[in-house]
C-alpha cells in the first residue's frame, strides 16, 4: 500500500531525470530520453498506486499530506513545503503524468532526428515535475514555486529552437505576458498573508468567513489575473499563439494538456475564495465567455493548423473558466471539461504533428488536403477528437460541454440566459472551425507542394494517439456514469444550492447537438463540397482580416501597452541617467572621495596607530563620562 | 589566615581545552625530536587528530554544561559552549590551510635578505613551529571565550595573542612586511593589553571582586565609587574592541592582515573574531549588564564609525587583503551591533553571524592564497582581473563567498545580518539599524566591484596563475562554501539549535 511519504518520488523522479540529463550533459544523448519517459512513467504509475489507495478510504479520509520541510518560519508565520494529495490534486496527478508519459514516448520518435534531444527530454522532465508540484503544492507559496517552474519549463520549450529569432521571440513573448499573470499570484499571496496571516489553502479556507468582501474580491481578482495569464485568457491570451513555435510535442503537453489548463486548477482549488467574493467570481465567468468566443472566432480564420488548435484550446479553457465561474454548480464540470480536453486535445496536436511530420513540416493546412489516405492512423485518431471536442454524442466533449452548457443556462435570470446563448454559440462556431480543420487537411482535395509524399508516422508516433484517442472516446462516458466525477469531487466544493432549472436537461442536449449540426453543415458547404485555394485570398471582408490578425490582439497590446511602456521607459532612462545616476555617482564618488581621506589616517606608522587608539580610549572615557553626567 | 579549599577543576569540561594544549605540547616535542623530513606530516596529522578529539570532548559536554570551574573563574554555559564549538570548527578548517609550507618562511629568524636566509631557502628548509603556535593560540581562544574572571581573561587574552604575533612573522615573501606586521602587532597589542589591565585594576577597586559575578553585583548594589566602574568599562572595552579591529583601535588589522602568511589571516581573521566577540558578549551581558545606560551610547557610536569606516575604507583599496581586512572592520561594526543589543536574540544572532562570518573568511582567504605569479601571492586587485574567464571555478566560489560578506539572500551572510539587525531593531537601537544597512549597501559596492573585475574585464597577461589546489587547500574551500550554502539556504535548523542552546550562566 502506498502511504503518504512516497508522494514527494511523484516529483522526485522527473526532476531527478532533469537534473540528471542536464548534468551529466552528451555522455547521455543514446539513452537520455529513454530514462526520462521511463521516470515519466514512473510518477504516473505511483499515481496510479496513489488513485486506487484513495478509492479504497473512506470518503473523509482520501486528502493525504506530506511535509518534506519548514520552509519559512518568522514568528508565528510558518511554512511547510508540504505536498496535498486530495481529490482534485490526484486527477491533475494522472493528466499529467498519464499524458506527460505518453508525449514522452510520441517525442522519441518525433525528435528523434534533433541533436539536442536529451535536453528536450531534460526539458520535459523538468516540465512534468514543476506541473505536479503545482497541482501537489498545499499552499498558495508552494503552488508558486511550481508555477514559476512551469513557466520556466514552457519558456525554454517555447524558445529551443532558438536559432530561429522568431521563436526566440515568442518564447520571450510568453514569458513577458505570464509575468503580468504571475504578479497577480504574487499579490493575491500577500493578500491573504496581509488579511489572514497565513497562505496554505486550509488556513484561507478557514479563514475565509473572518475577512471582509473586499479583500476577498481583491484576492480573487488577483487570482483571476494569474489563471488568465496562465491559461491564455483574455485579456492575456496573446501568447499563446506564438508559444506554438515550439516543438508539436510541447504544444500538446503544455499548451493544450496541462500548463495551460493550470489557471482552471486554480480558481477550482481557490473555491472558497471566490464562492465568498461574488464580484469576483462574475468576472471570472465574463472573462471565461469573452475568450471562449474570442478563441473561437481567431480559430475560424487560421490556415496554420497549429494555431488553429491553439486558438481552439483559448476557447476551450474558456468554456472551463466559466464552469469555474459558474461556483459549486460549475467545479465539478469545469475539471470534467478540463479532463476530457487533456485527452482530445492532446491527441489532436499529437495528429497534427503526426501530419507536419509526413508533410515535411507544413503548417499550412491549404497546402493540405487528401491526407484521409496517406495517414489513415493519423485520420481515425485525430477524427475521434474532432468528434471529441465538437461534442457529438457520446464522445467525451459531449457530456462536459453539455453540463457546463446546462449550468450556464440555469444560473440564473439575464446572465443564465446570455450565458447559454454564448456557450451556445461558441458550440456552434467550434463546430465550424473544427469541421474546417479537418476537411482541408484530410478530406477535401490533395493541394500538396511539389515533392511532398505524406506518409503514415512510426508506431512510436501514433500509439500514443491511438491511446489518447480512446480516451477521448470514453473518458465522457466514464465520468458521467452515475456522476462519478462529481460525486468524486464533491466533498472538496461547497453544496450546491438548489436551483430552477431554466431549460430541463434534455432540451439542453438537444440544443447543443443542433449547434453542432449547424456549425458542421456551414464548414462542409464552405470547405468540403466546394474547391479550397491553395493561397489564402486576399480579398477577404474586415473580419476575416480581423480574425486572421487574432482580432488585433497584438495590435492592441502595442497601443495600450507596449508604446506608453516604450515611452515610459524612455523617459525613465533619461530620469535614471541624469537624476538617479548623477546622485549614485555624487555619492559614489563622495564615499570613494571620502574613503581615501580617511585612508590617510593609516599611515603606517605604529606611534600614530598607538596615538589613535590613545585618542580613543580617551574618547571613549570621555563619553561615558559625559552620559553619566 | 583562612583555610586552603583544593579547587575543583571539573576535568570533563576543561577537556577541549587541556586536549588542544596537551597537543601543543606534543607538537613542540616533535618539533624538538622528530626528523625533519616526517615533521610537516606529523604536525599536520597531529594537529588535526588534536582539534577533533577537542571537538568530540566539547560534544560530549553536551547538555551537562551549566557549570563553573575552577574556582568559578570558568563558566561553561550554552553560549560557551556553541562558542567553544564554532572555534573548533573554524579552527579545522583553517588549520589544514597551513599545509601548503613553501608559504612559510625557511627561516623565521633570519633577517631578511641575510645569506642565513639565502642558505635557509636554498637547503629547502620547511618550518613547521606554526603547528604548535596555532594550537596555543586555539587554547587561548577556548579559555577566553569561557573565562569568568578578569584574571583568567586576561590569560587567556595573552596566551592566543602572543602566539598570533608569531605567525604573523612568518611568511616566506616579503619577508620585510611580514616582520612588520609581527612587530605592529605585538606593540600595538602590548598597548592595548596594558589599558585592559588597567582596566581590570579598575574594575577590582570598583567592586572589590574579579568575578564576572561579583562586578554584576556590585553594580546592582550600586553603593561603590561609579567613577571607577567607568574607567574599569572604558578600558577593558579597549582591550577587547582592539581585538576585534574596532574604530579607533583597528589601525594594526589592514597592516597585519597584509603582511601575515595568508593562511595565517584565515585563522586569525576568523577564530579571534569569534574568541573576542565571545569574550566581549560575556562580560557585557553577564557583568555590565546592569549598567547598560552608560556604556551603550559610546559602544553604539563605536559601532556605527566602524561599520561606515571599514566600508568606506574598504572601497578605494587596491589590494585584496587589504579590502577583506576593511571589510572585517566593517563586520565588526555589524557584530558590536548584536553586543549592544542585549537581548536574547542579539546572543543568538552574534552567535550565528560570528560562525557563518569566520567558516566565509576562511574560504575567501584561501583562495586569495591561490592566486600567484611567480614572486609569491598576487593580492593586487588589479591583477585579479578577467580571473572568472581563466578560472572560472576559483572566480564563482570568490564570488559566492564575497556576495556572503554582502549579504546577499541564500548565503548565510544574508541570514546573519537579517538577525542581527533585527535584534538591534528589538532592543529599539534604530540608529544602528539604518546604519548597519545604509553602510552594507556600500559595502556591497567593493564587493560586487570585485566580482565585475572578475568576470567582466578582459585577463591580463602578466604571469598571474592559478595554482591548483592541495587536496587540504580545496577541502578548506569545499567546507566553506557548503557551510555558507547551507546557512544560507536552510538556516532554520542552526537558528533553532542556537536559541534553544545560547545562554549565559550568571
Redesign the interface.
Known amino acids: 500500500m502506498v502511504t503518504s511519504s512516497s508522494l514527494v518520488y511523484l516529483i522526485g523522479l522527473p526532476l531527478f531525470g532533469a537534473v540528471f540529463l542536464l548534468l551529466i550533459g552528451r555522455k547521455a544523448d543514446k539513452w537520455g530520453h529513454l530514462l526520462a519517459t521511463a521516470m515519466s512513467a514512473g510518477s504516473f504509475v505511483l499515481g496510479l498506486l496513489h488513485f486506487f489507495a484513495m478509492t479504497n478510504r473512506s470518503t473523509e479520509d482520501r486528502a493525504i499530506t506530506q511535509t518534506l520541510?519548514?520552509w519559512i518560519?518568522v514568528g508565528t508565520f510558518k511554512v511547510d513545503a508540504a505536498l496535498l494529495l486530495d481529490q482534485l490534486s490526484i486527477c491533475f496527478v494522472l493528466l499529467i503524468s498519464g499524458v506527460g508519459t505518453l508525449i514522452h514516448i510520441y517525442s522519441i520518435s518525433y525528435m528523434s532526428h534533433d541533436e539536442n534531444r536529451r535536453r528536450f527530454f531534460a526539458y520535459l522532465n523538468l516540465f512534468i515535475a514543476a506541473m505536479l508540484l503545482l497541482v501537489l503544492g498545499n499552499s498558495y507559496l508552494n503552488l508558486y514555486v511550481g508555477w514559476e517552474g512551469v513557466g520556466l519549463a514552457s519558456y525554454l520549450l517555447i524558445g529551443f529552437w532558438n536559432k530561429k529569432p522568431a521563436y526566440a521571440t515568442a518564447s520571450k513573448k510568453a514569458f513577458v505576458m505570464n509575468r503580468i499573470g504571475d504578479m497577480g499570484l504574487s499579490f493575491a499571496i500577500m493578500i491573504a498573508f496581509a488579511t489572514m496571516g497565513t497562505v496554505s489553502f486550509e488556513g484561507v479556507k478557514e479563514s475565509v468567513d473572518r475577512v471582509g468582501t473586499p479583500a476577498l474580491t481583491a484576492m480573487g481578482i488577483m487570482l483571476l489575473i494569474a489563471a488568465a495569464g496562465k491559461s491564455a485568457q483574455f485579456p492575456l491570451q496573446a501568447w499563446l499563439g506564438d508559444a506554438m513555435a515550439g516543438p508539436t510535442p510541447v504544444s500538446a503537453l503544455i499548451h493544450a494538456a496541462t500548463m495551460v489548463t493550470a489557471g482552471v486548477y486554480l480558481i477550482v482549488r481557490s473555491n472558497f475564495v471566490f464562492d465568498a467574493a461574488p464580484t469576483a467570481q462574475l468576472l471570472v465567468v465574463i472573462v471565461g465567455a469573452i475568450t471562449l468566443i474570442f478563441g473561437a472566432i481567431i480559430g475560424m480564420a487560421k490556415d496554420d493548423i497549429k494555431k488553429a488548435l491553439a486558438a481552439s484550446t483559448m476557447s476551450q479553457i474558456g468554456y472551463m473558466i466559466v464552469g469555474a465561474g459558474l461556483g459549486p454548480a460549475g467545479y465539478a464540470f469545469a475539471i470534467m471539461h478540463l479532463l476530457a480536453h487533456g485527452f482530445f486535445k492532446a491527441g489532436m496536436f499529437l495528429g497534427a504533428g503526426s501530419v507536419m511530420h509526413g508533410m515535411n513540416d507544413e503548417v499550412n493546412m491549404r497546402k493540405y488536403g487528401g491526407l484521409r489516405k496517406a495517414m489513415p492512423i493519423t485520420f481515425i485518431t485525430f477524427g475521434l477528437g474532432y468528434l471529441a471536442i465538437i461534442g457529438v454524442p457520446p464522445f467525451a466533449g459531449f457530456y462536459s460541454k453539455d453540463e457546463i452548457i446546462a449550468t450556464a443556462f440555469n444560473s440564473g435570470g439575464a446572465q443564465g440566459i446570455i450565458l447559454g446563448s454564448i456557450t451556445l454559440l461558441g458550440a456552434v462556431i467550434t463546430a465550424f472551425y473544427m469541421t474546417r480543420v479537418m476537411v482541408l487537411t484530410f478530406t477535401s482535395k490533395a493541394r500538396w507542394d511539389a515533392g511532398v509524399h505524406p506518409h503514415e508516422s512510426p508506431a512510436l508516433m501514433w500509439l500514443p494517439m491511438a491511446i489518447l484517442a480512446i480516451g477521448s472516446v470514453t473518458a465522457g462516458y466514464l465520468f458521467t456514469q452515475g456522476e462519478a466525477l462529481v460525486h468524486w469531487l464533491s466533498p472538496l466544493f461547497a453544496k450546491k444550492e438548489e436551483y430552477e432549472e431554466l431549460l430541463p436537461h434534455s432540451v439542453v442536449s438537444i440544443l447543443a447537438i443542433s449547434a453542432v449540426i449547424i456549425g458542421v453543415s456551414i464548414a462542409l458547404a464552405k470547405y468540403q463540397f466546394r474547391p479550397v485555394a491553395a493561397i489564402a485570398p486576399t480579398d477577404v471582408s474586415f473580419a476575416t482580416r480581423l480574425a486572421r490578425n487574432d482580432l488585433g490582439q497584438d495590435v492592441v497590446n502595442e497601443a495600450i501597452f507596449m508604446r506608453p511602456g516604450q515611452g515610459l521607459t524612455q523617459g525613465l532612462v533619461v530620469m535614471d541617467e541624469k537624476v538617479i545616476d548623477g546622485a549614485v555617482r555624487g555619492i559614489?564618488a563622495m564615499?570613494?572621495g571620502?574613503?581615501?581621506t580617511?585612508?590617510r589616517?593609516?599611515s603606517?606608522y605604529?606611534r600614530?596607530?598607538?596615538a589613535?587608539?590613545l585618542?580613543?580610549?580617551l574618547?571613549?572615557?570621555a563619553?561615558?563620562?559625559v552620559?553619566?553626567q | 589566615m583562612g583555610t586552603f579549599t583544593s579547587p575543583i577543576l571539573n576535568y570533563a569540561m576543561l577537556a577541549p581545552i587541556l586536549v588542544v594544549l596537551a597537543g601543543a605540547v606534543v607538537g613542540v616535542l616533535i618539533e624538538a625530536f622528530a626528523p625533519r623530513k616526517s615533521r610537516a606530516s606529523s604536525q599536520l596529522a597531529l594537529s588535526v587528530f588534536t582539534l577533533v578529539i577537542a571537538l568530540a570532548a566539547l560534544v560530549r559536554t553536551r547538555g551537562t554544561y551549566s557549570s563553573k570551574a575552577a574556582m568559578n573563574s570558568v563558566t561553561f554555559d550554552g553560549a560557551g559552549y556553541l562558542l567553544q564549538m564554532a572555534i573548533l570548527i573554524i579552527a579545522i578548517i583553517a588549520i589544514l590551510l597551513l599545509a601548503d609550507s613553501d608559504k612559510f618562511a625557511a627561516a623565521p629568524t633570519a633577517a631578511p635578505g641575510s645569506d642565513e636566509e639565502r642558505e635557509a631557502q636554498a637547503a629547502n628548509i620547511r618550518i613547521t613551529e606554526v603547528y604548535p603556535l596555532t594550537l596555543f593560540a586555539i587554547a587561548g581562544m577556548l579559555l577566553f571565550t569561557v573565562a569568568s574572571d578578569l584574571i583568567t581573561l586576561f590569560v587567556a587574552l595573552e596566551v592566543l595573542s602572543l602566539p598570533l604575533y608569531l605567525m604573523a612573522g612568518l611568511a616566506r615573501r616579503r619577508r620585510l612586511a611580514s616582520q612588520e606586521a609581527a612587530?605592529?602587532y605585538f606593540?600595538?597589542g602590548a598597548?592595548?593589553s596594558a589599558?585592559f589591565l588597567f582596566g581590570v585594576a579598575y574594575l577590582y577597586g570598583y567592586s572589590n571582586s574579579i568575578t564576572f559575578s561579583g562586578i554584576a553585583a556590585a553594580i546592582t548594589g550600586g553603593t561603590a565609587n561609579?567613577v571607577f566602574l567607568?574607567?574599569g568599562?572604558?578600558?577593558v572595552?579597549?582591550g577587547l574592541l582592539?581585538k576585534v579591529s574596532a574604530?579607533?583601535?583597528h589601525?594594526?588589522s589592514?597592516?597585519v592582515y597584509q603582511g601575515s602568511p595568508t593562511a595565517v589571516t584565515a585563522f586569525m581573521a576568523a577564530a579571534t573574531k569569534v574568541a573576542a566577540f565571545g569574550a566581549m558578549l560575556r562580560i557585557f551581558y553577564v557583568a555590565f549588564a546592569g549598567d547598560v545606560?552608560?556604556?551603550r551610547?559610546?559602544l553604539t557610536?563605536?559601532a556605527l564609525i566602524t561599520m561606515v569606516?571599514g566600508s568606506?575604507?574598504?572601497?578605494?583599496?587596491r589590494d585584496v587583503k587589504r579590502m577583506l581586512a576593511y571589510s572585517s572592520i566593517a563586520h565588526a561594526g555589524f557584530l558590536l551591533s548584536g553586543v549592544i543589543a542585549l537581548n536574547k536574540s542579539g546572543l543568538d544572532a552574534t552567535i550565528f553571524y560570528l560562525f557563518a562570518y569566520g567558516v566565509a573568511t576562511v574560504g575567501a582567504f584561501a583562495i586569495v592564497s591561490l592566486i600567484n605569479d611567480s614572486s609569491g601571492e598576487v593580492t593586487d586587485l588589479n591583477r585579479w582581473a578577467g580571473l572568472g574567464k581563466r578560472s572560472p571555478w576559483i572566480a564563482i566560489a570568490f564570488s559566492f563567498l564575497l556576495l556572503a560578506f554582502a549579504g546577499i539572500p541564500l548565503t548565510s551572510g544574508f541570514v546573519g545580518k537579517f538577525s542581527i539587525f533585527s535584534a538591534a531593531y528589538e532592543s529599539g537601537n534604530t540608529a544602528i539599524l539604518i546604519t548597519g544597512v545604509l553602510s552594507s549597501a556600500?559595502a556591497a559596492?567593493f564587493y560586487i566591484r570585485v566580482v565585475v573585475l572578475m568576470f567582466f574585464k578582459d585577463p591580463v597577461e602578466d604571469g598571474t596563475s592559478v595554482v591548483i589546489p592541495s587536496i587540504y587547500t580545496r577541502i578548506t574551500i569545499l567546507v566553506s562554501l557548503a557551510i555558507t550554502l547551507i546557512l544560507g539556504v536552510?538556516p532554520?535548523p542552526v537558528l533553532d539549535y542556537i536559541s534553544q542552546t545560547a545562554f549565559f550562566l550568571r
Request: no cysteine.
Open positions: 520541510f519548514t518560519e559614489g564615499a570613494v571620502s574613503g581615501a580617511l585612508r589616517t593609516q603606517g605604529v600614530s596607530y598607538a589613535l587608539i585618542v580613543g580610549a574618547v571613549l572615557l563619553g561615558i563620562w552620559v553619566t | 612587530l605592529k606593540l600595538l598597548f592595548a589599558f561609579d567607568l574607567v568599562i572604558s578600558f572595552s579597549v582592539f574604530v579607533p583601535f589601525s594594526w589592514p597592516d545606560w552608560q556604556w551610547p559610546m557610536a563605536i569606516f568606506l575604507v574598504a572601497i578605494s583599496q556600500i559596492f536552510f532554520a
